[in-house]
């Protein structure tokens, strides 16, 4: 079967930096990518990656490794608003994406 | 704002009810997807719709239909409502769904039935 894991919940302090880490097992690989998500509100956007390697945007990067079916999110200069959960989705190979559970991330001033 | 758009915001209704949730796009989007999401729970998604056609079916329940209309707007319709069916139902859409385009989440309708 096709599965995604993420660590359930982290807890890291204001300034500070944390990895989300991704795993991923699914039938194909065509692009994985990063959301947001502020309790209760819309999944938004942050990134894409297809080929390996790092990606930087901004405090925010991503991290690819296919042959190891491997992702992180690297956020750095952690602020309060950054509190959310981060989800992990990985189009497979009929182009549907396939999402983690979400880590819920706890920052402390 | 994501120029996705859902309605309504909020929805209470009874156990065996039937609803009807509204999504149109953003503007020039012909795939629109539709996901549930329990309390504290990860996105579940249940079906995708692309210029007028089904394209994909995840976890949606037989009581459960969904439909894309010519101007590319979507209904989710819900019967036969349980409590369980308690959840905030995201509307996503994106330009295409071959390739890897990032889909663009509405603000989603909160569903509570009691």
């Known amino acids: 079967g096709q599965n995604i894991d993420q660590p359930t919940e982290m807890t890291a302090t204001e300034g500070a930096i944390v990895q989300i880490n991704c795993t991923y097992q699914t039938s194909g690989f065509n692009g994985l990518f990063w959301y947001q998500q502020h309790a209760g509100e819309a999944p938004t956007f942050l990134s894409y990656n297809v080929l390996d390697g790092l990606e930087e945007k901004g405090r925010f990067s991503s991290f690819l490794s296919r042959s190891k079916g491997y992702s992180y999110l690297l956020l750095k200069e952690l602020q309060m608003k950054d509190s959310a959960s981060y989800l992990c989705?990985?189009?497979?190979?009929?182009?549907?994406?396939?999402w983690g559970a979400g880590t819920k991330l706890i920052i402390k001033p | 704002d994501s120029g996705v758009t859902q309605t309504p915001k909020h929805l209470i209704t009874a156990t065996g009810q039937r609803v009807t949730l509204r999504c149109s796009p953003r503007?020039?989007?012909?795939?629109v997807y539709w996901y549930q999401q329990s309390l504290d729970q990860g996105l579940q998604f249940l079906i995708q719709y692309y210029n007028g056609e089904e394209r994909a079916k995840g976890n949606i329940l037989e009581r459960f239909s969904a439909q894309q209309f010519p101007d590319l707007h979507s209904e989710l319709n819900l019967s036969s409502l349980e409590l369980g069916d308690s959840a905030l139902y995201f509307c996503a859409s994106s330009v295409g769904d071959r390739v890897s385009y990032e889909q663009y989440f509405g603000p989603g309708t909160r569903l509570t039935v009691t």
């Open positions: 989705a990985v189009k497979d190979s009929n182009y549907q994406l396939i």
């Open positions: 503007s020039g989007d012909l795939s």
